[in-house]
């Protein structure tokens, strides 16, 4: 008997192009970047061991007045009532300055990391467009070149050439989604201020100064 040869079928294994291998691990790193820009700033926004309505003389061995009542400004969570003898009428005008003064510089730095995650969701789509059009570019020059327009070929090629661009559109969505319910947030915060800021102007019978 003649030994019959059966064929032997090599299979390639199939590598993305280093234009989409760097873009996912841009991917990659702008997630954790952003997963621990995210943490940060929800510890400084929510994450504080008072309640509405708590007083600084229950916290006088942490944080000074002034600091306690920024910190308390930036996580929404500013006395509502006026705790006895706790504010001077003397003294209102400059410990609102000094809060205020405190409160824009936490405020203003949460948001500089929030707008930061909205330039990160841009860059993304930025490069998720040029890495999709790097690709189709460089499948249609090998069509013309090697003259491949077989279904298939075409199909795979396409497919691997909106990968990264579906890569990318997922990540800004999920920045850009980040992004509007933090910058909501600090609007929210920075009006609650204000409000609080006024109540105290009233109930000291003073008048905040007007620049002109």
Not at 82 to 91: Q, S
Not at 104 to 114: G, H
Not at 133 to 146: C, D, E, G, K, V
Not at 182 to 204: E, I, P, T, V
Request: aromatic share 12%.
């Amino acid at each position: 008997m003649q030994n019959v040869m059966e064929p032997i079928w090599y299979v390639s294994e199939y590598r993305l192009p280093w234009a989409s291998r760097l873009f996912v691990l841009y991917v990659l790193i702008t997630i954790a970047v952003s997963a621990v820009k995210v943490a940060r700033l929800t510890e400084r926004m929510w994450r504080f061991s008072t309640s509405k309505g708590r007083t600084h003389a229950e916290h006088s061995n942490r944080m000074s007045k002034e600091e306690f009542l920024a910190h308390s400004a930036l996580k929404n969570k500013l006395p509502r009532e006026k705790a006895e003898g706790e504010w001077n009428v003397d003294d209102v005008p400059a410990l609102l300055q000094e809060v205020e003064t405190r409160f824009v510089f936490l405020w203003s730095r949460c948001l500089a990391t929030v707008v930061s995650l909205k330039r990160l969701s841009v860059l993304t789509f930025l490069l998720s467009a040029l890495v999709t059009l790097w690709l189709t570019s460089r499948f249609l020059s090998l069509m013309a070149i090697q003259k491949m327009a077989g279904i298939v070929f075409l199909g795979a090629s396409i497919s691997e050439a909106i990968l990264p661009f579906q890569l990318g559109i997922i990540c800004c969505a999920v920045l850009y989604a980040i992004y509007a319910l933090y910058h909501a947030a600090l609007l929210r915060r920075m009006a609650s201020w204000h409000y609080f800021k006024g109540q105290r102007w009233l109930a000291s019978g003073t008048a905040p100064k007007v620049s002109v």
